[in-house]
């Protein structure tokens, strides 16, 4: 079973890289985003927790977040793997996620970050929000809070798993192809 964690900062390309990995490794592709609307809509026991944080303008706390992420595991047990996107976000996720895949006789195999600078980010995502909808990439400086929160909580993913031997990074600039023969070319050098 290959496990790939992929992370970036927002517009980093996740997403669409996400759906070229899925298809070229057979991997079940878990969003957080996705898996948040699925039990929200759906008034899941988890949903409703989340709910009530959010509807405070709290964060979802970790343990919510995770029981989520690993109901949806559990619901695959025959995949070759899982693409991870947007899990883990801390520490705290990546030690549960760590803890949880042995269980299923798993681990992470690799994380890999989509790797750009700041200001092509905000440009790609103000271009991205004039046909997505999504308000938060229509404003630059709501953008660059979801960057900050990327740098306090995300970034110190880099050095957890480079401890562990599993980080790559990846050049995130270029064309869509570019972008997926360079991961392309990590994942099949693991």
Do not use: W
């Amino acid at each position: 079973m290959i496990n790939i964690v992929l992370f970036g900062k927002p517009g980093a390309g996740k997403g669409t890289q996400a759906e070229f990995l899925k298809e070229k490794y057979n991997l079940t592709h878990l969003s957080t985003g996705d898996i948040f609307r699925f039990n929200l809509k759906n008034d899941t026991e988890l949903g409703k927790k989340a709910r009530v944080f959010m509807d405070n303008g709290e964060l979802v706390p970790c343990e919510v977040t995770t029981a989520m992420l690993i109901d949806e595991v559990k619901k695959h047990p025959d995949t070759a793997g899982f693409l991870f996107d947007g899990y883990p976000r801390t520490i705290n996720q990546a030690e549960a996620l760590d803890k949880f895949l042995p269980t299923i006789g798993s681990s992470v195999t690799a994380t890999i970050a989509l790797e750009a600078d700041d200001e092509i980010l905000v440009a790609r995502l103000l271009e991205r929000g004039k046909t997505s909808g999504r308000s938060d990439d229509q404003d630059e400086e709501k953008i660059r809070v979801r960057y900050q929160e990327y740098n306090e909580k995300t970034a110190p993913l880099i050095g957890y798993y480079k401890e562990q031997g599993k980080f790559h990074a990846v050049d995130g600039i270029g064309t869509i192809e570019q972008i997926t023969e360079r991961l392309t070319s990590v994942i099949d050098n693991l």
